[in-house]
């Protein structure tokens, strides 16, 4: 199975094309990431035709437009090349499964990123114009920011989606039929039920009604409604619902011994004195023992490889 591709600010696998000519190197990405991922890397201000070094380059409010120009010398305006070069790299991004980028950058910040209007203070209300346009042309492509990913639920919720959207995209690739995409929602349902349950019960229905007359409407509607509910990381409210639903399905074969030890842990995991990876171990030890088809191809029990390690912490 090949690795899911991710597209990634060049700067943050070291490459030396920040305007100063260094770089911002993000240990996590080239050490811990690269095992599961392959990368491709792009800056824009230097697919654009600037050189390293350059001049730094900010967003600056004018007539009412954001602009992007040289800090020191305003009159250099470089909105309209960035904003071609964004174009034309889009049209190339098609098979890219998620991107992550640089923080705070005029290029390629997410959010946030100043916007200086002339008087007082830059108001942190900006988005790069390469992050702009990626964000427009793939809206459900996920997208992160290094400085994000720290925060352990966002990245937890960032490589989830990057697997299942690979998950989507490998459907697609096969041919995508009514059947392919029932088995998929299938599979998902779980995963979906621990980030959003209105949308978990507005689905089912979609994916029953689809036939080969609507499922190209279907589903596309299907996988934008997907993917922004994955975008809510899981609280451990949600966790707790989906592992009782899960321990319903073959409670009646658990022995009262049993029955109380799986509560109990589910009881300290909502109380925050384990994390998700205890209970869901002992769900997944009970399956061993009464395998159940159907829930044994949940992507939610395993939803990205377990070295990973993702639910030790959350």
Known sequence: MRKPLIGISACLLGDAVRHDGGHKHYRYVTGELAQFF???????????????????????????????????????????????????????????????????????????VRVY??????????RGLFAAQLLETFPQLPVEEEGR????????????RVFVYSRWQGLLREGLTPAGLMQFHARHKFSLLSRDESV??????????????????????????LMQALKRPASRKRHCNVLMHLMGYFKTELSAEEKRELLQILEEYRLGMVPLVVPITLLKHYLRRLPNPYLLGQTYLDPYPREMRLRNAI
Not at 117 to 126: F, H, I, L, T
Not at 149 to 160: M, N, P, Q, T, W
Not at 203 to 224: F, H, Q, R, W
């Open 38 to 112: 392959e990368f491709r890397p792009f800056c824009p201000e230097v697919a654009s035709g600037l050189g390293v070094p350059r001049p730094a380059l900010r967003l600056n409010m004018r007539d009412g437009a954001v602009r992007l120009q040289e800090s020191q010398n305003p009159r250099h305006d470089h909105t309209q090349r960035l904003k071609r070069t964004a174009l034309e790299a889009c049209d190339t991004l098609g098979e890219l499964s998620g991107y992550i980028l640089k923080k705070d950058s005029p290029s390629c910040g997410m959010e946030r």
């Open 117 to 126: 209007s002339g008087s007082g203070m830059p108001e942190k209300n900006g």
């Open 149 to 160: 990913l720290s925060d352990l639920a966002l990245r937890e919720s960032f490589i989830e």
């Open 200 to 225: 978990y019960r507005e689905l089912g229905p979609m994916v029953a009604g689809v036939c080969k007359t609507n499922l190209d409407s279907v589903a596309e509607a299907y996988i934008e409604n």
